[in-house]
Nanobody
Framework: QLQLVESGGGLVQPGGPLRLSCAAFGFTLERHSIAWFRRAPGKEPEAVSCITSTGNITRYSDSVKDRFTISRDNAKNTAYLQINSLKSEDSADYSC?????????????????WGQGTRVTVSS
């Protein structure tokens, strides 16, 4: 079964760090671009970061730039999202997505695969 499984979410205090993982099963991530989206209650999914299949290009939304870092480990068939200096507005369900190309896309439905998500709650 082809799927992406996210993990690493949880309850975190403001200012703290968190690392999310995105593991692929049934296919290899190596030839796929990978993106992270987040969806807060009552809002549309927001593309927060993307990394191309070669890893040469990374993109971040303005709201997370300088705090989020996307990376990939093709040997482990896993991608990551390191989140630092968490803010309450970062609270959301975070999903990863993969597309069989070397480009980033703006909408979740443009990707070939996406996971169920992991919830991040930032609160003191």
């Amino acid at each position: 079964q082809l799927q992406l499984v996210e993990s690493g979410g949880g309850l975190v205090q403001p200012g703290g760090p968190l690392r999310l993982s995105c593991a692929a099963f049934g296919f290899t991530l190596e030839r796929h671009s990978i993106a992270w989206f987040r969806r807060a209650p009552g809002k549309e999914p927001e593309a927060v970061s993307c990394i191309t299949s070669t890893g040469n290009i990374t993109r971040y939304s303005d709201s997370v730039k300088d705090r989020f870092t996307i990376s990939r480990d093709n040997a482990k068939n896993t991608a990551y999202l390191q989140i630092n200096s968490l803010k309450s507005e970062d609270s959301a369900d975070y999903s990863c997505a993969a597309h069989g190309s070397d480009r980033c896309w703006d909408r979740l439905y443009e990707y070939d695969y996406w996971g169920q998500g992991t919830r991040v709650t930032v609160s003191s």
